[in-house]
């Protein structure tokens, strides 16, 4: 019986481990905004997005424009050129980290779904626009783009709440684990384990994040550029993961070898 309710905790410290490493990796690359600025700024060079993005900019700032009829077609291929040479701007940069910034707050902070602002960049096009046809181009305040739908709010809200939960689940692992060695019959044994578990369940999500970008490809979205954004950011989530899961694999084999070794130990010292 004491080997067995051993083995339920062990189980339970390994679950609550692997749960608590999950939600400190959502909490620090996603809830965070340095951490999802980080993540995703490699999208800003990611062609299939940005060639996505780039028919959408290209609406929102003639939107934001706001042409009369009769000059919309002699000022359209000046908005074209210009979002087009926009990622070679030297002030491109730094609009588009802004523009994670702010699509951040806009998706955490909001009402709605996932939702990127735009106008950091649209700034930075209508600018160059303005100094094409040598006049001043308003930038907009806000240029929102929708990813995705108001009825993600719940899922948006629940990834927060997750994200603060990695303390607590770690504090569960941690006891659960304590008890699971102190109900075994051998605790070299529980502890080996603990770490063989461990180690299992972390080479089983180191290859669930290397998936992600075939899982991302799944569900249906709101737009090709929602499709695209959702690849481009699943390609720098996975691999980002499994950075974070080579340590646990270490700490679970250390485990592991520790348990074995004082199991060894101990029987080669009672013959």
């Known amino acids: 019986m004491r080997t067995f309710g051993s083995a339920i905790l062990g189980f339970a410290a390994v679950l609550l481990a692997v749960a608590a490493l999950c939600s400190a990796w959502v909490a620090e690359n996603v809830v965070s905004e340095k951490g999802f600025v980080s993540l995703v700024q490699p999208l800003g060079t990611d062609e299939a997005f940005q060639r996505e993005l780039a028919e959408e900019l290209g609406q929102q700032v003639t939107e934001s424009v706001q042409l009369p009829d009769a000059v919309a077609s002699f000022v359209q291929p000046l908005i074209t050129s210009a979002v087009q040479g926009v990622q070679s701007l030297p002030g491109y940069p730094q609009a588009w980290d802004e523009t994670l910034e702010r ?144 340590p646990f694999m270490v700490g679970a084999a250390v485990l592991l070898v520790l348990g074995l070794l004082v199991r060894a130990i101990a029987g080669s010292g009672r013959r």
Do not use: C
């Open 103 to 246: 699509s951040h707050t806009q998706t955490f902070d909001g009402d709605g779904g996932v939702t990127l602002d735009l106008a950091p960049v649209v700034g930075l096009v209508t600018n160059e626009l303005g100094s094409a046809a040598g006049t001043e181009v308003p930038a907009p305040e806000q240029s929102l783009l929708d990813l995705g739908s108001a009825e993600q709010r719940e899922e948006i809200d629940f990834t927060a709440k997750a994200a603060n939960a990695w303390p607590y689940l770690g504090l569960g692992a941690g006891i659960a684990a304590v008890l699971s060695l102190l109900v075994a019959r051998s605790r070299a044994g529980a502890l080996a384990w603990m770490g063989a578990g461990a180690l299992l369940a972390g080479g089983a999500l180191w290859l669930a994040a290397g998936s992600l970008s075939a899982l991302a490809g799944r569900p249906a979205y709101s737009s090709a550029l929602a499709e695209t954004f959702a690849a481009a950011f699943a390609a720098e989530a996975g691999p980002s993961l499994q950075a974070w899961t080579l």
